[in-house]
């Protein structure tokens, strides 16, 4: 059926409009060739058709006309089928025999399919996609997404068919969405209900980076039923080789487990671990006993040079304080004279160290300060000596830090005296604490020059009164930190009984040495995974917090991301979103088993904020192996709460049986509209310029132009 309708300037014109229009043209011609009075009347008759015709149609199209093709399609009643496509219809248990069973039903389905309904198969595990070639791959089983795409499609559908063992590992019960379904869906079950022997490993718990000269504890849950009395082993293995095992006692017929491993690193990189619980007898499936992760061993130690200009006891308490940290690896070293050192020289070392400590300061003259002044990117601390001040008198002796512009000056017993909120820098997070009480050092009083980007902490106190002398001072610039430690005796807040003192000591030069250690940008921006393992079907989720130079929350950076597979060249890009107050956040998907890396750079303008990096690992799911027994329960509830029918014999006459006697077996009537709009198709247009030539030759017969 075909109807004509006008969109335009109006949704519909009356007939009337279509005559007046017509007419119009045809008034406007006669008027155009009226004049003509000498020629035959043919012609003149032949012109005046001919501008009217052409001129009705332009007319018509200005109004945007359109043909309505109504045409009605009788078809078939449409079933949607759905298979489960997960790994747990693959599993062999009591007489359900795998894929193997599991193409036996289907081949039997097939073959007593009703001519009289059209069939569209879809598979299902995580998500639902068209097809009918069941691989048991899917990692996950989400029946509520089957249940949502009958939902969705119900109107293209009568029934539905859903081949399951019903087993869910991923979304919620589908029975909630199922009550307020109105299309019946058919459960057909798959998979065997019978109780079987089974260990196995439920979840593992582990650091996913780990640090050199560390122990680590990695954490096995483990589940069993059917093996009361029994004894089991869990074998860690690391890097392919039997590392440690344990020995689980089986007491009751169902229980829990918990196992622990102790590990330690020596060397750096990515270690693979695997756990392992070897078969216990007549047990139905060992996919579920072996679990594996990888860890990524990091060198966080500091690599700290110690170089000492002058023999102080508070070189040996500094130098004793930094050893006592298991991650700093300290090069110890005295200067005696030019080119020769106790220990090692430096300058011929070849070595790039994570900070410098001085204790003291060289000639100005000695190849040493030229060699200190080239590590213009390697943080310094600079502790005073005695003799250290004998060169301060000399302009920019290093460059790290400030010096005196003062030729003389006396030395002071003085107290600290705390200038600084304990909040407003890393290195005055210590016990507070009551100065006046603790034993004097010594300083220099003279005038002290400092640079734009030095801060005091602490000042100096003498006899009570406060002065202006600088005993802690910091510098952070765009390539490193330094500080600056205006005093010496030390030592006898080392070596102190009152552990007031002592502990003040300790943490606060313990800050001191973190603190400069640090690159100026890494504490900026830090990222981790949302957790520490990943299996193939999470989402694998990286979340960020960037602070810009002033410490504060940077909510408006570009974040970008670099992910790196494991021994693999290539690399994806990511970028993180804001969140707002300085946190950021990024889903990557999922991902195939391995290990991974991950950069992270934040820019905003033209200018880098910071740099992180993390690293997690993606293991073989075990969802689907750790309930593996058929829910008949949920499939008949399934079918109960749609209006269908649990099919526990596989047999579909039931089903045609139901829709038969609710008329749901009647052949459909389709309608499709299809608008064509005139303006469109060419034909028009071709008429207009034949009628417009037509008239033109005509013309020329009469000489008229």
Do not use: C
Not at 159 to 174: K, M, W
Not at 301 to 306: A, V, Y
Not at 315 to 336: C, Y
Not at 350 to 365: A, C, M, R
């Amino acid at each position: 059926m075909i109807s004509l309708f006008i969109q335009g300037f109006s949704p519909v014109l009356p007939a009337i409009l279509l005559i007046i229009i017509l007419a119009f043209s045809i008034a406007l011609s006669w008027w155009s060739y009226q004049y003509l009075t000498s020629i035959p009347l043919w012609k003149k008759t032949g012109l005046i058709t001919l501008r009217a015709s052409a001129l009705t149609i332009l007319l018509l199209l200005l109004f945007n006309p359109f043909l309505q093709i109504t045409e009605t399609e009788i078809q078939n009643p449409e079933i949607y089928i759905y298979l489960d496509d997960s790994q747990s219809v693959d599993i062999t248990r009591g007489e359900y025999n795998g894929l193997e069973s599991y193409q036996e039903i289907l081949s039997s389905l097939e073959s007593n399919l009703d001519d009289n309904f059209e069939y569209t198969f879809h598979l299902f595990d995580n998500e639902v996609r068209e097809g009918s070639e069941v691989e048991a791959l899917g990692t996950a089983t989400n029946i509520q997404t089957a249940v949502e795409h009958i939902a969705d499609n119900q109107n293209d559908m009568v029934s539905a068919i859903l081949i399951s063992d019903g087993i869910y590992t991923r979304g919620r019960n589908p029975i909630f969405t199922a009550q307020n379904q109105s299309t019946p869906i058919f459960t057909i079950p798959i998979g065997d209900t019978t109780d079987v022997r089974d260990v196995l490993i439920s979840d593992v718990g582990f650091n996913s980076t780990a640090y050199l000269d560390t122990r680590e504890t990695i954490r096995v849950e483990i589940q069993q039923s059917g093996y009361p009395n029994e004894v089991a082993s869990v074998d860690l293995y690391r890097n392919g080789e039997l590392y440690d095992e344990r020995e689980v006692e089986f007491i009751e017929e169902t229980s829990s487990h918990e196992v622990q491993f102790d590990v330690e690193y020596d060397e750096e990189g990515v270690v693979q671990y695997e756990v392992d619980i070897p078969g216990l007898p007549e047990e139905f499936t060992l996919q579920n006993n072996t679990e594996t992760f990888a860890v990524d061993v990091l060198d966080a130690r500091t690599n700290i040079l110690s170089l000492a200009f002058e023999v102080h006891p508070d070189v040996a308490s500094i130098r004793r304080l930094i050893a006592s940290d298991r991650q700093n690896e300290l090069t110890s070293t005295n200067f005696i004279r030019d080119g020769v050192y106790t220990n090692i020289d430096p300058t011929t070392e070849g070595e790039d160290y994570d900070l410098i400590v001085l204790h003291g300061l060289p000639s100005q003259n000695d190849p040493i300060t030229a060699w200190l002044n080239e590590q213009d990117e390697t943080p310094m601390v600079l502790f005073q000596t005695p003799a250290g001040y004998q060169q301060m008198d000399q302009a920019e002796v290093l460059d790290a830090f400030p010096h005196s512009v003062s030729t003389t000056g006396s030395i002071l017993d003085v107290h600290l005296n705390l200038v600084s909120d304990r909040d407003s820098h890393p290195i005055l997070e210590f016990t507070a604490i009551d100065f006046r009480r603790f034993p004097t050092v010594k300083t220099m009083q003279t005038d002290y020059s400092l640079s734009g980007l030095a801060e005091s902490h602490i000042m100096a106190e003498y006899q009570r009164n406060e002065t202006d002398i600088p005993i802690v001072v910091t510098e952070l610039d765009v390539d490193r930190r330094s500080v600056f430690i205006n005093a010496f005796g030390w030592f006898r807040y080392a070596t102190s009984a009152n552990e007031e003192v002592n502990n003040f000591y300790n943490e606060f030069f313990t800050n001191v040495i973190s603190w400069a250690s640090t690159s100026p940008d890494e504490d900026n921006l830090t990222i981790q995974p949302a957790d520490d393992s990943f299996t193939e079907n999470e989402n694998i989720v990286i979340r960020g917090n960037l602070v810009n130079e002033r410490g504060e929350p940077e909510p408006d950076a570009l974040i970008e991301l670099e992910l790196e597979l494991q021994e693999e060249e290539e690399t994806q890009q990511f970028r993180m979103n804001s969140i707002g107050n300085g946190e950021y956040e990024v889903d990557l998907g999922t991902f195939p088993e391995g290990f991974y890396r991950v950069r992270a750079e934040a820019t905003k303008g033209d200018r880098t904020i910071g740099g992180a990096e993390t690293s997690f690992n993606v293991g073989q799911s075990t969802l689907e192996f750790m309930n593996t027994r058929r829910n008949d329960q949920l499939l008949t509830q399934l079918s109960a709460r749609t209006g269908g029918l649990f099919l526990s014999d596989h047999q579909l006459g039931a089903m045609y049986d139901l829709l038969s006697e609710r008329g749901l077996n009647e052949q459909i009537e389709r309608i499709h509209q299809e608008n064509r709009y005139l303006y469109s198709m060419p034909f028009w247009f071709f008429i207009v310029i034949v009628l417009l030539s037509a008239e033109w030759i005509l013309r020329r017969t009469i000489s008229l132009p």
